[in-house]
């Protein structure tokens, strides 16, 4: 087993354990000695932590193939950790939500939006409620009124799709979160959990990624006939992928702009990408700018999200 493979393997484990092999040098490319250690690369805990792994694991296997570098892929524990962690060197690469890479961005100077799926560019999330709550179908924003008075459950406190934006819309709908619902606001920490909680009944309603409630949907993971959508938000922009701003000189000048041409590169020519691209939801990785994020930032500083 190669160098890079055997470090892809033991980066499944805890975090903690993950930091330590970095630091000792696990990922060096096979047939060198020393080197700058492996590029590091995460994503927030959005999902179920085992289809999460398998996703990074690829996308791992993809960049080192690609980039001739050792890559290790970095569990972290939830959102706020992804954020510390890049601020503090121990993440190279992060596959953000919309308001996590904007936190990193201003935590981290130097930090550099890379790229982002093709459906990144107009993201959407989906109101969920428990058939037996009494909740109807909405069709515009002026509808989600009638949240009012539920038990509500967001996802992460950090999710842009889970959390910021549809506390955006329910502001326009007239709706205060903190103070309109039956109760504070639940925090899930996961797409998936929350679509578990409202068909559990322990919320009436809650907000979620599209694309996760599509892909439960079709799997037939959720019942349907227990939960239902009620609305689906306007787009948004939300993922993308952040690379540290240490990356030149840890890998050589240049590194940057060949990080970013691999991440365009995934464009499904071969049945691995083809492959990587699925479990990504996407049809394609495309070019993103930091001002493709601003409209997110103004609302999470509205908000008080970041400062």
């Given at each position: 087993?190669s160098m890079?493979r055997?470090?892809?393997?033991l980066?499944?484990g805890?975090l903690?354990?993950?930091?330590?092999?970095?630091?000792?040098?696990c990922g060096a490319?096979?047939?060198?000695?020393?080197?700058?250690?492996?590029l590091r690369?995460?994503?927030?805990?959005d999902?179920?932590p085992?289809?999460l792994?398998?996703?990074?694991?690829?996308?791992?296997?993809y960049?080192?193939?690609?980039?001739?570098?050792a890559?290790?892929y970095?569990?972290?524990s939830?959102?706020?950790a992804?954020?510390?962690l890049?601020?503090t060197?121990?993440?190279?690469?992060?596959?953000?939500?919309?308001l996590?890479?904007?936190?990193?961005?201003?935590?981290?100077?130097?930090?550099?939006?890379l790229?982002q799926?093709d459906?990144?560019e107009r993201?959407?999330?989906?109101?969920?409620?428990h058939?037996?709550?009494g909740?109807?179908?909405?069709?515009?924003?002026a509808?989600?009124?009638?949240?009012?008075?539920?038990?509500f459950?967001?996802g992460s406190?950090?999710?842009?799709?889970?959390?910021l934006?549809?506390a955006y819309?329910?502001?326009?709908a007239?709706v205060?979160?903190?103070?309109?619902?039956?109760?504070?606001?639940?925090?899930?920490?996961?797409?998936d959990?929350?679509?578990d909680l409202?068909?559990?009944?322990?919320?009436q309603a809650?907000?979620?990624?599209l694309?996760v409630?599509e892909?439960r949907?079709e799997?037939?993971?959720?019942?349907t006939?227990v939960v239902q959508?009620?609305?689906?938000t306007?787009?948004?922009?939300?993922y993308?992928w952040?690379?540290a701003p240490?990356?030149?000189?840890?890998?050589?000048g240049?590194?940057?702009?060949?990080?970013?041409?691999?991440?365009?590169?995934?464009?499904?020519?071969?049945a691995?990408e083809?492959?990587?691209?699925?479990?990504?939801?996407a049809g394609?990785?495309v070019?993103?700018?930091p001002g493709d994020?601003?409209r997110i930032e103004?609302?999470?500083r509205?908000?008080g999200?970041?400062?």
């Amino acid at each position: 087993m190669s160098m890079v493979r055997t470090c892809r393997a033991l980066s499944a484990g805890t975090l903690g354990v993950a930091v330590v092999l970095g630091a000792a040098g696990c990922g060096a490319s096979a047939g060198v000695e020393e080197g700058p250690g492996p590029l590091r690369i995460s994503a927030i805990p959005d999902v179920d932590p085992s289809d999460l792994a398998e996703r990074e694991e690829a996308m791992a296997a993809y960049l080192a193939d690609e980039l001739d570098v050792a890559v290790e892929y970095v569990p972290v524990s939830d959102y706020a950790a992804s954020v510390s962690l890049f601020g503090t060197g121990d993440l190279d690469v992060v596959f953000y939500g919309g308001l996590t890479g904007v936190q990193a961005r201003l935590r981290t100077e130097g930090a550099a939006v890379l790229a982002q799926r093709d459906i990144d560019e107009r993201f959407r999330s989906v109101v969920i409620a428990h058939r037996d709550a009494g909740l109807e179908p909405v069709e515009d924003v002026a509808g989600l009124a009638e949240l009012a008075g539920s038990r509500f459950t967001f996802g992460s406190e950090s999710s842009t799709s889970g959390r910021l934006m549809p506390a955006y819309f329910l502001g326009q709908a007239g709706v205060d979160p903190e103070a309109d619902f039956a109760g504070a606001p639940g925090y899930s920490g996961s797409h998936d959990l929350t679509i578990d909680l409202v068909e559990s009944g322990s919320y009436q309603a809650g907000a979620v990624n599209l694309q996760v409630w599509e892909a439960r949907t079709e799997a037939g993971t959720v019942d349907t006939d227990v939960v239902q959508e009620i609305f689906t938000t306007p787009a948004y922009a939300d993922y993308h992928w952040v690379g540290a701003p240490g990356l030149e000189e840890r890998f050589g000048g240049g590194f940057t702009d060949r990080l970013r041409q691999a991440l365009l590169d995934v464009d499904g020519s071969d049945a691995e990408e083809t492959a990587l691209l699925e479990q990504y939801g996407a049809g394609a990785i495309v070019p993103a700018e930091p001002g493709d994020y601003d409209r997110i930032e103004q609302i999470a500083r509205t908000l008080g999200l970041v400062g």
